[in-house]
Each structure stands twice: as structure tokens, then as C-alpha cells.
């Protein structure tokens, strides 16, 4: 069931027009996946997920298997059914968490270097001493996870990960890896990349052995390419992960900012043209101009609707915050021009009132517009890769968005 | 433009079935009218609202005003544009918050008498004690309040409270009235009430006043009855409310449980029949019965929503709390058997799980049930005053609803 048909690249570069296919429909990429982590995008229903634009969606291994529980998400029919989403679905492989709940948690620590960032020494030392007492220990086994819920302990491996997996029912899983700090020194990103290759052998194992006991067609399986900032480790990787039969690949793990180009560049060189390839957690405009440049089919990231509800919206002249006064009186929609269903309806004015007064639909109607805003210039790329004028399209568009 | 048609009546009773046409279309009689307080019915969006089966929408002179204020909600011209919602609105005039906001402020006081309340001596002396020191003070011209909102003070007369609705741009507008606690003795209900009667006039004079110098159609105005539990001033409330030339009337204030249909009673017989008549704040499903029974058109609560987004459900079989346990695994709608969007698409076990992981899409979908299921009982009277069946619907659902 699972496919990936390319159907124009770009003349100087790596980027290309597909289309996948999965048992619930057709993906037409490059697209932006919204993510849905306990499986509901936050205060949407599936048809406004649908209607603003979102074509599959990405739910968390981690946090679903706390609450309700893999177990229970079968039973309800898969996320699927339990969702009422009848498009395709991902669901990533708690890997993230490892860095999350392990050496990020409580630190603020971003996947990528910034100025915000405690100033941590990059030697194994420090990384080290960082991960002590975090909510994440990671094993050659697997992962032992603290959880966020009641303090509880659990166990994820490969296996464990994969399984939970199948039972959530996704049209596309991941393997499981270690998302590694951009603190963490060569020694550990090489020692973290050398087990997650392991554990990408070892969950594709799992994942074959469970698809030769089923019956239906199964999900399809990403390896992820791992390997940080370095070149020759994020080189290494990928060329093992494509060595190993996944449907797919993420690139995964943290970066420096103005060197995220130029890794996946690296990556993306590497791994075989004709499987699709996620670039994880990557949502900020610039940065998806880059990677469909660059190569990347699908890409995925809270960003959208977590600033949204926090007044942060997206439009054509950079983003803005509709909770600042100055829009109390502003008659306009969101982002004039927008075809969205908030634009089309509402005013700044209502929108800044919603919030002022905390009003649940204010979450709404914002995470439609920043939805609807980020998915529509990634078809927007599509559409002028096909045409022929991708170029034009990102200088207009960067131009205009990050002018002020 | 404003006009109220009666189709039939109940054969032993003032029950009776009706269309009341405004400028934003035709309301059906009885019907359940939906809260919006602040101009969004909570977590909704106008579409969902509508799919719920809600034909008009209450919205609040007092919260409004505050924020995003009166002249703001003109300026976004009106509450019907403000909103995106198409269909009827009305507004309340600021009343009832003399009294939440009043004597039982941060007590915890219902308009009903019920064994929760605190045991407060039902004499003036204990009454006008309660009222020192609260966010709203009574006088003849009008109530001061103080914002919930900054502390600071605003006065509200009858003719401010007309103004104000005038700019908000309901299709019907309350007289500004004092709704007095069910603890307030005869006295002070007496000098209330007569109080009461003087704003109504100012209000409809006011009202007056301001049609003549619009050249659109205006509003239409309904007074509002009080005289608290007391029959000899319910009547004559009813008699004075009913001589002045209102175009419906809302019948206001605070009943003991029990006594509310003898009270409903006596005043629906002395209001005139082809005027509509609102019941204000009434929204539990015997009260329904027995107001519809009794002769009123129209009824508002907050109840569905509020209670809602706490996981409690209406259902066939009575009112369930879907946070249980219980429900944890159970595959069923909401309510078995019912029609709307939510029941039609989601499990009690999925639904749990949003309200156990806080998602907001939890309230969403609970609020569209809870409207369905009060705005649908309401139509099913009206359907079975039509086809002479109401007492068995009356019996039939009663008997199972409150079976247990």
C-alpha cells in the first residue's frame, strides 16, 4: 500500500514534487504534517484540521502510551477511528522524549543553539553531569522514562517502541532513536548515534517479525539519520539508515541554526532519491524554504498552533501577536488577503477580544489561520516547483515575511 | 420586522407553539436560546453552534460592555457581524448582575433555595447586611458595580443599559431590572420590585427615544416581570409589566424550586397571550417541561455548556459525568442513539481521555452535545404540542431522565 511516486525535481537542487500513498490516502508533497501529540491537534475538530489544510497528521508514541494507553487506542479502533481522522496518520517514536525529559527537561534547552541557551560547556563532562536526575535514562537496552503524569517509571526499547506503534495504528511509524542535545560533545553524539543505529536495525526487526503475523497490510517504517552537527557522523548515518530496507527516513536530532542547511544538505545526498524523507520538528517559514530546497518531503512541528495559542499569528509581513493592543480596534482579518476560515470571518478586533478575556475559541480560531498559513505555503512551494518558479516564489515571499 | 405568530395551543394548559420573526430570521417556539456571554458561546465556533441545533443566542450587556465595550462592538459593527453568527440575538440588560454580582457575590447564592446555601435569616436586616460591600449597590437611578474585571466602577441605569444594547445590535433587548435574591424578604422584594417597574419605564421610554431618530428597524424590547416568590407582587408585576407596550416579556428573579411553576403560572395567565415570553435562566430539563406547560416561548441557562466543560453530560438516561472511570473504556457515544456531531463520531473513552489530558477539544465536543440535547428536547415539545402528543413525550422522557 505504502509508495512514493516523484513527480518533478527542482532543476539546481534536491528538492522534488511526490506524492505518497498509504492505506488512508495520498499525501501530496512536499506538505507540512500537523502535529496532534495525544491525538487531538489542540481545540480542532478533524473536519478544521481537514479544512485548514492539513493532510496527515503526527501523534507522540511517548504521551500516548501514558494516557490512554496503546492497549486502549486498539481497542478503540486505532487513532483512526478513536480520532475520527480518516486521513493518514505518523506517529513518531518517543525518541524525542530522550531528549526532552532527558537532558532538555527543565533547562529550556532548544533543539537548536540560540542566545536563550544556559551556557552550557559542550564537553562530555558537563553533558554528562546534565543528565543526571532527568525524567529520561537512556540504556543500551532502551530508554527508562520517568512519567510526567504521576512519576511512575517506564521502559522503552526498540521493540517496546515499535509495538506501541502498531497498536496506535499509524500509516507511518518511526524507528526508535536518540534525539542527542546540540550541547553533547563528538564523543557522545558518535556513542548516541552508533546505539541508535542498533536500535534502527533492532526496531525494523520488530517491525517485520509483527507485520509477518499480520494480515492487513501494515504501517510503513522511517529509519532516522541521526549524528548532530557533524559532518562526518550525520554522513556515517545516513548512510547506514539508507543501508537498511525503511519506507522512509527522518533526519533527525539538533543543530546549530545556520548550519541546519547544510546537514541536511549532507544527509539528504546520501539517502536514495526515491524513498521520502521528514525533517522532525522543523516549522519556522525560513527553515521550511530551506529544507524543501533541500530535499525534504515532510516536516512536522508544534510551533503553529502552540504560538497560536499564545496570540502568535502568522502573516505575510512576519508574525505578530494579536493580543497586543494596538489590534483592539483593527477591523482587518489576521493575515489580509487570507483565505482562511478566520480570515474569512473574524476580525483582529474579535480575535484580541477573545483573548483578552481568555475565551477558548480564541485557541481556535488562531490555530485554524497559523494551520491553514503554514500548510498553504508549503503547496505554495509545490505549486511553483511544478510551474517552475520555486525561486521567485521564496524571494518574494522571504523577502516580504522577514523584511521588519 | 419583529412579530410573533401562535400556531397552536395545548388543549388544557397556556402551552403553545409559535414563530417569532426579527431581523435575523425566524426563532421557532419553544425554543432553548444558547448563552454567549461575552459574544462566543464557549469553545464554539457560530457553524458548530447552529450544527447543535441553537436558533438564537444570548449575549451579556454587562460583560460586554466591559470588554470589549459597547462602542467597540459598534465599531466592529455589531455583535451579529462581531460574532459571524447570522441567526437572532438577544441581550440581557445588565439585571441579573445586580444581583450575581450583588447580594450573592462570593456567596455562592442561587436563584434557587436549596439545602447548599448558607442559612441565612430570611429578614431585611440579614439581607441588607449581605449587601454591604459587594460589586453591585442599588439605587433609585441605577446600580453601580465595579468591574470583575480592574475594580473599576461603572454605573448602570435603565437608559445606559438600553444605549448600551442599542450599540451591541441584538434583535431583542431586556428593560434593565433588579433580580433579587430568593432570600430577600417581603419588604425589600416590594421596594424592589416597584423599582424595578420605574426602570422599566425609563427603559422603554428610552427605547422609544432612540427608535425616532434611526432610520433602520430597531430592536424589539421585552420587560421583564419580577416580584420574587411573593404571589400578590408576581401578579402585579405581571399587570404592570404587561400594561406598558413591551413586545415580549422575560420573567426575572428567583423562585423556590417548587414554587417556580405556581409562580410561572400566575404570571403567564395575566401576561397577554400573542406577546412572547422568556424564562429567564432556566435550563435544567423538568423546568423545561414545566415551562413550556405553563406558556413560556423562551429560555436561556448556561448550564449545558457550563456543566459541559466540566464532563457532565446530558443524556436519555439522565445526567452522566464522562470524567468517571467508568467510562475509560466505554466505545459508546455519549448518549446512545443521539444525533449530534459528537455522538455521531466520538466514544465516551476518547472523550475521557480529552478530559483527563486537559485537550480542549474535551469542552468542544461536550458543549455540542449538551446543546443538542436541550435545544432538541425543546423542539421534540414543539413537535408533540403540534401533533398532540406532548404529555406522553412529557411522561416518556421525564420518567426515564430522572428514573434513577
Known amino acids: 500500500m505504502f509508495n512514493f511516486k516523484i513527480h518533478k525535481e527542482l532543476p539546481n537542487g534536491l528538492g522534488r514534487v511526490g506524492t505518497i500513498s498509504t492505506p488512508h490516502g495520498d499525501i501530496e508533497t512536499p506538505t507540512f504534517v500537523v502535529v496532534g501529540t495525544k491525538g487531538t491537534v489542540k481545540s480542532l475538530t478533524p473536519e478544521q484540521i481537514k479544512e485548514a489544510g492539513a493532510q496527515i497528521v503526527l501523534a507522540n508514541t511517548y504521551h500516548l502510551y501514558l494516557e490512554p494507553g496503546d492497549e486502549m487506542v486498539k481497542k478503540m479502533g486505532g487513532l483512526h477511528k478513536m480520532m475520527n481522522w480518516n486521513g493518514p496518520i505518523m506517529t513518531d517514536s518517543g525518541g524525542f522524549q530522550t531528549f526532552s525529559l532527558g537532558v532538555a527537561y527543565k533547562y529550556g534547552i532548544s533543539k537548536f543553539i540560540a542566545a536563550s541557551v544556559p551556557p552550557i560547556e559542550m564537553v562530555e563532562e558537563a553533558y554528562d553531569k546534565l543528565r543526571q536526575n532527568k525524567k529520561a535514562k537512556v540504556t543500551e537496552d532502551g530508554v527508562e ?144 524554504f530551506m529544507a524543501v530546497e533541500k530535499g525534504c518531503d515532510l516536516f512536522d512541528c508544534v510551533s503553529p498552533t502552540r504560538i497560536a495559542r499564545n496570540g502568535g499569528i502568522y502573516t505575510k509581513d512576519g508574525q505578530i501577536n494579536v493580543t497586543n493592543k494596538k489590534y483592539r480596534e483593527d477591523l482587518q482579518p489576521l493575515d489580509p488577503g487570507c483565505k482562511c476560515y478566520t480570515c474569512q470571518n473574524f476580525s483582529r478586533s474579535y480575535i484580541t477580544h477573545l483573548f483578552r478575556t481568555k475565551e477558548i475559541l480564541a485557541y481556535t480560531l488562531s490555530s485554524i489561520h497559523n494551520i491553514y498559513f503554514i500548510t498553504n505555503i508549503v503547496s505554495r512551494m509545490r505549486e511553483t516547483i511544478l510551474s517552475g518558479n520555486f525561486e521567485n516564489y521564496k524571494k518574494e515571499f522571504l523577502g516580504r515575511y522577514y523584511k521588519n
Chains 1, 2 share one sequence.
Open 145 to 288: 522514562f520517568q512519567s510526567i503524569i504521576d512519576g511512575s517509571k517506564h521502559f522503552l526499547s526498540p521493540e517496546k517502541s515499535v509495538e506501541i506503534q502498531h497498536n496506535l495504528g499509524a500509516d507511518i511509524i518511526f524507528a526508535f532513536d536518540e534525539c542527542t542535545s546540540p550541547h553533547a560533545g563528538y564523543e557522545y553524539l558518535k556513542q548516541s548515534m552508533e546505539r541508535t543505529h542498533r536500535w534502527a536495525k533492532r526496531s525494523l526487526d520488530c517491525h517485520s517479525r509483527i507485520l509477518e503475523n499480520m494480515r492487513m497490510a501494515g504501517p510503513a517504517i522511517f529509519g532516522i539519520v541521526q549524528g548532530g552537527r557533524d559532518e562526518s557522523l550525520r554522513k556515517e548515518s545516513a548512510r547506514y539508515i539508507s543501508s537498511l530496507s525503511f519506507d522512509g527516513f527522518g533526519i533527525g536530532g539538533s543543530f546549530e541554526k545556520e548550519d541546519m542547511e547544510k546537514a541536511v544538505g549532507w544527509v539528504n545526498k546520501i539517502l536514495p532519491k526515491e524513498k521520502p524523507r521528514h525533517l522532525l520538528g522543523i516549522g519556522e517559514p525560513s527553515d521550511l
